[in-house]
Each structure stands twice: as C-alpha cells, then as structure tokens.
C-alpha cells in the first residue's frame, strides 16, 4: 500500500500471534483485550484510507488464488484493493475469544467481518454457519452452508457443508435427502474425520448414503438446487494459480495448487479441466492474464458454472 500512514504489517501479524498464544493458554481476557484493541486501531485506518466505492473494494484476501476465485465466483466487477493485513485472520480469532468468553452474538458479529475481509476463506462461513445454527437462525445456517458449497476450494470444507445440510434433512425427518448429502460428501473425501463419524452413525439407519442409488442421489440434489460436488470454477482457478506458478519457477507452488485441485475434483476431472484452460493459452505460449484466463474457461471456454 502506498499510504504514509499504513498499518505495520509485522506490528499486526505478531499481535495476532501473541493474542493466539494467550487463547492456547487459557488467557481469554488478555487475548481479547489485545483484539479488540487492535480491531479498533483497524477499524479507525480502514475509515481513513479505505473506502468502499462503486468502482473500488478492499479485502484481505490471503493468497493470489483467494483473489482470483473472488473474481470469478462473485463476478465482482469493482477493483479490488489489497488492504495488506490478515484482517479475516483478526476477526476470526476475536470471534474465538467472544466465544470461549461465552459471547455467541458477538462473535457472530465478529465473524461476520471475517468473511467480509476474505469471502473465500470458507472456514469463516462455516463457523459462522455453525454458530448462526446456534442461536437458531437456521435460514442463515443453510444460507452460509450453501454459500460454501459454490466456493469450496478444500476438500474438508465441502464435506463440512455438505454435512451441514445432510444434518438439517435428517432433523427435518427427510431421510433420503440426508442420505443423498452424505453421499455426495462421501464421493468428495470419504476418509475425512469428521465424515467418517457421520457415515458410522448412519449404518442402518433411514439416512445411510447406501439407500439411495447414485442415480437417486443425482435426481434429488438437482431438485434441491444443490451442487454435487466442487465448482468447476473454483478448480479452474487452483489449475489457472499453479500455471501462474509455473511461469514464475516456483515449483513447491504449483505442486501444492495442483494437489489442491486434484484432492478437490478428482485426477481425472483436473486433468481435463486443465486441458481447457490450456486451450485458452494463446498459441505462442503467451498465457493470458490470470483473471481473464480463468474466467474464460469458467463462463464457457472451458467448464459450465456449477458442479465439476
């Protein structure tokens, strides 16, 4: 940022991590202290320096990918600002302090600018799901979970939304859709923990992922309007990152983008997904620009918006 007055990057990160040293030991108060003062001194240079605008919006997005899947899930035709701190990573943690300080309303309210700071850091929405749930908002917990759905770029965070759903279904005593979820969920990673404790709970019950065929569980998702696995989009911006990788050599990169990609849709679907995209490379090798490379593929050059 080129603001005389701009935040010092190091002064943040090491209150964060000192905050997050006082949560591990128990020291809620002075986690929350140290927060809540930081979020005001934030709070007091986003007013000054950063203002929203019809042509300009600022974010905290942690990776060049967070950037680009923006762009191409949210469609968002503003520029986009880096504000250069973890703000998300800010109020997530003061969102952990209000929690274990027994706050659900605050923290919501705290995590709530998480997910601002950062839209696809789903971890944001799926806690904030979770605690909207909570205080029994449920209209808003199937809202956040759905929203993860579209922009997933991690294994375990589709599972979880998956999950989330599968568990308002069967409290609704609507069994085959549970068990539709649990399915989808189970083709997307079936050694994940937190899955494999729902897929045991299910053995035999009305709700378990084998009743249904996957034909069935196809034919119900659709009429739920609900995805069956990642979006193509968001594949194609991990494939897009780890060709921008690359171009610039870094190897470690483009290992990790990849893996990501592939851990998220299959080798099979990445593969073919990262032959489009290859397709929309001009002939001299020459790549396009990340943004338009990747929203070429996504809106038709390549793969159709919705599952992959």
């Not at 084998?210 to 739920?224: K, N, T």
């Not at 995805?227 to 494939?239: E, H, M, T, W, Y």
Request: proline residues 3%; contains cysteine; hydrophobic residues 40%.
């Amino acid at each position: 940022m080129e603001y005389a007055d701009r935040l010092e990057q190091s002064e943040l990160t090491e209150a964060i991590m000192l905050a997050e040293g006082y949560l591990m030991q128990g020291q809620t108060h002075m986690a929350l202290e140290l927060l809540l003062r930081r979020a005001e001194d934030v709070e007091e240079y986003i007013d000054r320096n950063c203002p929203t605008t019809d042509s300009q919006q600022w974010f905290s997005f942690s990776s060049p990918f967070d950037r680009l899947a923006y762009q191409v899930v949210e469609r968002d035709p503003r520029e986009l600002r880096d504000v250069g701190e973890p703000l998300d990573r800010l109020y997530a943690d003061l969102a952990l302090a209000r929690m274990t300080d027994g706050d659900t309303h605050l923290a919501i309210e705290a995590l709530k600018q998480a997910v601002r700071w950062n839209p696809m850091a789903c971890e944001h929405r799926l806690d904030l799901a979770e605690l909207c749930r909570d205080v029994g908002d449920i209209s808003e917990y199937l809202a956040l979970s759905h929203s993860v759905l579209i922009r997933a770029s991690e294994p375990s965070h589709l599972i979880r939304a998956f999950l989330s759903f599968a568990e308002y279904f069967q409290a609704s005593g609507k069994s085959r859709e549970a068990a539709a979820l649990l399915r989808a969920a189970r083709r997307v990673d079936a050694s994940d923990p937190l899955l494999r404790v729902a897929l045991e709970q299910a053995v035999g019950t009305q709700h378990d992922p084998d009743v249904v065929s996957d034909e069935e569980e196809g034919q119900i998702l659709d009429e739920l309007q609900l995805p069956r696995g990642a979006n193509a989009q968001v594949v194609i911006c991990l494939l897009q990152c780890a060709l921008d990788a690359r171009e610039l050599g870094d190897q470690d990169a483009e290992t990790r983008l990849m893996l990501r990609a592939r851990a998220l849709a299959g080798a099979e679907l990445s593969h073919r997904l990262m032959g489009e995209l290859l397709a929309c490379v001009e002939p001299a090798g020459a790549a396009e620009d990340a943004d338009g490379a990747a929203t070429g593929a996504a809106r038709g050059e390549g793969a159709t918006d919705g599952e992959a």
